[in-house]
């Protein structure tokens, strides 16, 4: 079978279907993040100033979807910008890319948790750790494609793979200074990630 | 990097890919809008009569979710009818899309506060905020793309972009009425969606 | 605005979305599907053969499961074998589709109904015309695109045409058999669906 | 209607559809996989330890989501692999298809079952008869698709057809081997799973 095995290689040229698979995990997980907004008020006789109450206390919950809603967007357009260089995968690659969806499905769950719990120290690192832990499989599926240009055109300049090296090395260094903030103050760890844009941007220039 | 800032607004040419992330959203949120549907009554002992009651309650629920699934409907044809024109995607454009996202997203849970709540001013009020905030990230995606025929044809013609962007007013004027009418009658305003198809009939003469 | 109507039909020629955004809501409806399945039981302390009590009773559940996924199934072969005659897509078709997709969508929720209450007349007849409607759509869906090959290929043969729309009457026919039957009978009226293969097997030859 | 039976065969030859509605519904089941980590916890005052404790009981559950999440892979990778070679689809195929995902969306409620009750051998062969029944009809897939060249390219080599059988036999044999241990150890019989990677890796050579 060293035959099946030298072929199998040029088998998974194309990465139409990862990318696929990718877009609707990213969908789902963007839209079961809403799953943890809930009233748990009975629903016949309330007044209005308790609804007004019970989605006031929602605000947390809220304040944690936009975040995380930021940080899958920022996933999904690197992982778009990603692959608008990779030309073709292998099997290594698929499973990197499986390994991060494995702790991007996660996000919903994490999500939820910081939101029951965000005052907690468990609960922001628990968030952190999937951050840190996603964005890292994706770091080293920009590094294994790049590397030696194995899976990009001969032709992609060295400093454009650096560049995106920085880009993707975002979320990781977001996650690890969030940790460690987070051991003093729960709450304030969670918030660095509204930075992001921030660094983005200031890294695009 | 002042060489990655040129590129980068290259890059991102291709739009297959928001269309795909954005029909996977609307095709989830559209199937999670019935997970509001819900029978409490035991499952074991229960009499005909009890359970044509317990459907008979699911009545607003329904109203409510053929209405969200309305406009869910008409921002997706009309998704559809942007992305035959625009040309081509950059950075911003694909951040507004996913601002509109982030409250496509939200329809789901607050259809279901309509639905739990709707006699109250303040649940009315949530959805037509939803809606307010979708439909406006909305119309300036339109604007953006075609200001100057930034990311559109060149030969678009001005009056195609001008009616389209009175389509594109349509959602956010109806909920800045619906936003007023909900002050003084929850009830009547979330209702006046049911009216869009009319507007976007007469809109197109 | 004139022009743009008359350009409008020319607009949606591309057909790619609408199969995206069904294969969606499909995908979907049928893993939502498995929602259903519920066990009561309390985790911590159960013996085994309370569990086995509580999994045998899941029977009705899962009987429903294959009888909608059977369903489901036949719809999206229909609608792909639709999709490979229709060439090209107008506002209208596009709007019939939809409403199809929102009686798809609501097939978990009337399953999960005949599954918790299957023996009560009323949640039968709510499955059965919940089919009968999504199935009146599909095959309106086929007549409007065929009619005087408004939107398939002239050469299209008539008799493929007719065969066709005789495939897209099995599920509104024997949803309208069943919801006869359930008025006397509402368990067996559902079970009739488990003979839509033989019945499509048979048109076939 | 000979003739549409004759030409029947011939309608279904993209299989481009087939691949989107797998995708789907392998992003939906990999991220409903998540849905089974449930917090039982009182939202307000939670100690520190509690929530502690409560996380560390969800761990039999992030084992069999890793668990589930690597057979779900696995079954992906091997599809885009087959729709590598197989060149074009008739109706058993996409029927025998179906099959698979009837299975496929059933491994979220049988991943919960064996989390909640992993200590009883009823769960552990649910979720090993589940796993069984999903790879046997994918490896009936590629058996089909493959005999006598029905659906795949005159020029793939015999040997190739039979390295990929015996890759698709993996799944079904690791299931018997797991019911067989099962009978006696619930708790060996699923982990069995997990040496999964290293058959693979060990037929690649």
Redesign the interface.
């Known amino acids: ?5 030298e ?2 290689l040029k ?2 040229l ?1 990465t139409s ?1 990862i ?3 990718t ?13 943890n ?1 809930d ?1 748990t008020e009975p ?1 016949g006789d ?1 007044t ?1 100033e308790k ?2 109450d019970a ?1 006031h206390s929602l605000w947390p919950y809220f304040s944690h979807y ?1 975040q995380s ?1 930021i940080i899958l ?1 920022v996933f ?2 690197k992982h ?2 990603q692959f ?1 260089f990779i030309r073709r995968s292998d ?1 290594t690659l ?2 990197i890319n ?1 390994g991060f ?2 702790f991007v ?2 996000i ?2 994490s999500t939820s ?1 910081v939101g ?2 965000g005052g ?4 922001a690192l ?1 968030f952190e750790l999937n951050m840190l832990l996603a964005g890292s499989f994706f770091w080293f599926h920009w590094r294994y494609a790049t590397h030696e240009h194995r899976l990009v055109d001969k032709e992609l ?1 060295p ?2 793979i650096r ?1 995106y090296s920085h880009f993707m090395l975002v979320v990781p260094a977001f996650s690890i200074a969030a940790i460690a903030l987070s051991i003093f103050h729960p709450r304030w760890g969670t918030n660095i990630y509204f930075l992001i844009p921030f660094a983005v941007y200031f ?3």
């Open positions: 079978m060293g035959l099946l095995s072929r199998s088998l998974e194309s279907r990318e696929a698979l877009d609707g995990v990213f969908a789902i997980a963007m839209t079961l993040l809403v799953l907004f009233i629903k309330i209005h609804l007004v989605l936009v809603f967007a999904w357009t778009h910008q608008h099997r698929l499973w499986l969806l494995l499905c996660l919903p769950f948790v029951d719990y907690l120290r468990i609960s628990l300049k400093e454009i560049a890294l695009r220039r």
